[in-house]
């Protein structure tokens, strides 16, 4: 029998890969089947349970028929993806739970991913050019094993095609937690990727970068991860135990990319007309490094407003590296805190080689931050 177009198919349990998989009562076993047979327009429906199997996705599809869709039969129960077992390593040598290359037009919803322990390995591995690709209501935890020379990371999308994008990429509603990115990070976008929407997904207790888009790294391509909007994500508890540079959202040579948190080295290249905000940013720098709530360097033309910021004991609120950076715009902040003595003399704005003390110092130095305001803690009544 002909598998035809815009139909459904069905991965179960108890199902058995000889069977035509149209029905759930004649469901395939494996999801890698699924991946190897399911049609443009199809959607696949995975059941309940834990399927311990790594899968490389061989179909895609198009424009005239629409994506390819894997979800979860019963909405209200992910299926789990487990990474227990896995011993097949992907085509480029890492081992994935989920592996594409140059593929477009797959949907990926309500699905779960987990245990896995590798030096070098994800959740979900997206490589090369193509269009289209969508993860929805992803809960990915516990990618393991990450080290000096490999990352355990949740979502990596690569692509060192210089003359085919990977565009049209959507990440929305994902949950990634307890993975071990190391000298990688939990969510990156690396490369010719452009167009895309990484939005409200909540990202904590990585050993490393929350979310990251990458260009100029060796070996990538001069096109980096450009022309994209990260919005309304929550990134919380990241931390690195190489060092105190750990940053929740990261631009590292990425550009034109709305609503993000930039630091970046200028030898990686430098964050360009980007905005960042409407975040929150609360008791950061657990370290007393010095570098307070916001850091820039080498960044230009950027944006930063309408941000709630509410500073550690330090006070500092900002550090700015004039080296390379030029023409950067803060205002309209909200600055309180809870503490009483982290009043307004007292909050610390480090600008290039000064520091001034109070927002009214700031501002009248700079001319930057001239809508900002600060809510002054309350003190406790005795």
């Given at each position: 029998m002909a598998l035809d177009a815009a139909q459904s198919y069905y991965v179960t349990i108890s199902g058995n890969d000889g069977n035509l998989g149209t029905t759930q009562s004649n469901a395939w076993r494996t999801i890698q089947k699924a991946a190897s047979k399911a049609t443009p327009g199809?959607?696949?429906?995975?059941?309940?349970?834990?399927?311990?199997?790594?899968?490389?996705?061989?179909?895609?599809?198009?424009?005239?028929?629409?994506?390819?869709?894997?979800?979860?039969?019963?909405?209200?129960?992910?299926?789990?993806?487990?990474?227990?077992?896995?011993?097949?390593?992907?085509?480029?040598?890492?081992?994935?739970l989920i592996y594409m290359q140059n593929k477009s037009y797959l949907?990926?919803?309500?699905?779960?991913?987990?245990?896995?322990?590798?030096t070098e390995c994800s959740g979900i591995r997206i490589v090369g050019g193509g269009t289209q690709i969508e993860l929805r209501n992803l809960l990915i935890h516990h990618i393991r094993g990450g080290g000096e020379t490999g990352g355990a990371m949740a979502i990596t999308v690569y692509n060192k095609d210089q003359t085919k994008s990977r565009s049209g990429l959507i990440i929305?509603?994902?949950?990634?937690?307890?993975?071990?990115?190391?000298?990688?990070?939990?969510?990156?976008?690396n490369g010719n990727v452009e167009q895309f929407q990484i939005t409200n997904n909540r990202v904590y207790n990585m050993n490393n970068i929350g979310i990251d888009f990458i260009g100029g790294e060796s070996g990538m391509g001069a096109l980096g991860a450009r022309s994209g909007r990260c919005a309304n994500n929550t990134v919380w508890n990241i931390h690195s135990v190489y060092d105190s540079s750990a940053a929740g959202i990261y631009v590292d040579g990425g550009s034109n990319i709305t609503n993000i948190v930039f630091?970046?080295?200028?030898?990686?290249?430098?964050?360009?007309?980007?905005?960042?905000?409407?975040?929150?940013?609360?008791?950061?720098?657990?370290?007393?490094?010095?570098?307070?709530?916001?850091?820039?360097?080498?960044?230009?033309?950027?944006?930063?407003?309408?941000?709630?910021?509410?500073?550690?004991?330090?006070?500092?609120?900002?550090?700015?590296?004039?080296?390379?950076s030029l023409n950067?715009?803060?205002?309209?902040?909200?600055?309180?805190?809870?503490?009483?003595?982290?009043?307004?003399?007292?909050?610390?704005?480090?600008?290039?080689?000064?520091?001034?003390?109070?927002l009214s110092a700031f501002q009248l130095a700079t001319k930057q931050e001239l809508h900002a305001t600060v809510i002054m803690a309350k003190r406790r009544r005795k």
């Open positions: 199809s959607t696949v429906y995975i059941g309940p349970g834990t399927y311990y199997e790594t899968v490389t996705i061989l179909v895609q599809g198009n424009a005239t028929s629409g994506p390819i869709t894997f979800t979860s039969l019963n909405p209200n129960i992910r299926p789990i993806i487990s990474g227990a077992r896995a011993t097949v390593a992907s085509s480029d040598g890492t081992l994935n949907r990926f919803v309500n699905l779960e991913l987990t245990n896995l322990t590798k929305d509603n994902c949950t990634l937690h307890d993975c071990q990115p190391a000298w990688s990070e939990a969510l990156t976008l630091i970046l080295f200028y030898s990686r290249g430098r964050v360009i007309n980007s905005l960042f905000e409407a975040n929150r940013l609360e008791y950061n720098d657990v370290k007393r490094t010095g570098s307070g709530e916001i850091v820039v360097s080498y960044a230009f033309n950027n944006s930063v407003n309408s941000n709630i910021v509410k500073p550690s004991t330090q006070n500092i609120i900002l550090y700015a590296d004039p080296s390379g950067n715009v803060f205002d309209w902040q909200i600055y309180y805190q809870k503490r009483v003595k982290a009043i307004e003399s007292n909050l610390i704005f480090n600008w290039g080689n000064q520091q001034y003390k109070g």
